[in-house]
């Protein structure tokens, strides 16, 4: 049965920025702990029909947490509502509404699928019509592109303290049936990956040894991947403004700017703004939270939505939270 709660969002704060500017005085989260509306692994945020998808809710009910299932955040309405019971033994991450809003892909890095859900004409996803099993050693996949020549590009990796140079992996993942999934590349610990506007490019994060990156691919006809090239690195001594301790999460391209937005976690903050053309960090912006994990943006791109753990609450800790700004 669905539910209704209701919920308020946390503000963010814009700073414009230089690559050295330090971050103001961060809001105070709206969402107080005893809410429970989402638990601490929240993850996947994804713009749906006005609502922000993300794993991990707690059920309406019960109020046991769900980390097999998503909830929907109506974002004028300020209400939640449990979007989909999954898998009994999913633990999902990544979300992605593909096809035309009429696909709803859900990444499982546990057990190493991607669940397939297609979108009915009233907007309700049914159980998954394909469950595609990708064979990595690592967490793959844990995040998830849009569509690409008829499939999509996952990344993960092997969740470290320090990052190793063959922790991550990069998978292209046909949705044909009985289509088989590439591994294209393996890298340091992987996490956020996107495809640019023109979907010529792909954007991945990369870990090793504590220095956080950007890199980029181009994107063949056949789906492969060549021309690697480093966009941004956010190594302390480059990039004053970031420290090793600090790590990369969801990362997505703007619809508008093409920019690139990339979850700053790990006592990052925040959310920063990258120009994928020359590497400049735009700005950075200033999140109610220590551990953002993923982002999205409205169709138009004005509104940047993104969720993590609520303040400073440790792994596996506290409560989900949800914070919006205007861009």
């Not at 609502?51 to 909830?71: H, Q, R, W, Y």
């Not at 709803?104 to 397939?116: G, S």
């Amino acid at each position: 049965m669905l539910s209704t709660i209701y919920y308020l969002l946390g503000a963010l704060t814009l700073i414009k920025s230089s690559a050295s500017a330090q971050l103001d005085t961060l809001p105070t989260p709206v969402v107080k702990a005893d809410q429970k509306l989402f638990g601490p692994f929240i993850e996947g945020a994804t713009f749906f029909n006005g609502s922000i998808l993300a794993v991990d809710p707690f059920d309406p009910t019960s109020k046991a947490e769900l980390k097999n299932s998503i909830g929907a955040v109506d974002i004028k309405a300020g209400a939640t509502r449990l979007f989909l019971r999954g898998d009994p033994q999913a633990q999902l991450n990544g979300l992605r509404i593909v096809d035309g809003g009429t696909k709803l892909l859900a990444a499982d890095p546990a057990k190493h699928v991607l669940f397939v859900h297609q979108i009915t004409s009233d907007g309700v996803a049914a159980q998954p019509s394909s469950v595609i099993s990708i064979p990595s050693s690592v967490g793959v996949p844990n995040d998830v592109t849009d569509t690409a020549g008829g499939g999509v590009y996952v990344s993960g990796g092997k969740f470290q303290p320090v990052g190793a140079a063959k922790d991550g992996e990069v998978w292209f993942v046909p949705l044909a049936d009985r289509a088989q999934p590439v591994k294209l590349l393996t890298l340091g610990r992987t996490n956020g990956i996107a495809l640019s506007k023109d979907k010529k490019t792909l954007f991945v994060t990369e870990n090793v040894a504590q220095r956080n990156k950007i890199q980029s691919f181009q994107v063949q006809t056949d789906g492969s991947l060549e021309n690697q090239k480093l966009v941004v690195d956010f190594d302390p001594a480059i990039n004053k403004g970031f420290t090793a301790d600090s790590d990369l999460d969801g990362l997505r391209v703007h619809p508008v700017s093409g920019n690139l937005f990339v979850a700053h976690t790990g006592n990052g903050k925040s959310v920063v703004e990258v120009n994928p053309t020359d590497g400049k960090i735009v700005r950075t912006i200033g999140v109610s939270m220590n551990n953002p994990t993923n982002l999205d943006f409205s169709p138009a791109g004005d509104k940047l939505f993104v969720v993590g753990r609520c303040g400073n609450a440790a792994f596996g800790q506290g409560n989900g939270c949800l914070d919006v700004a205007s861009l």
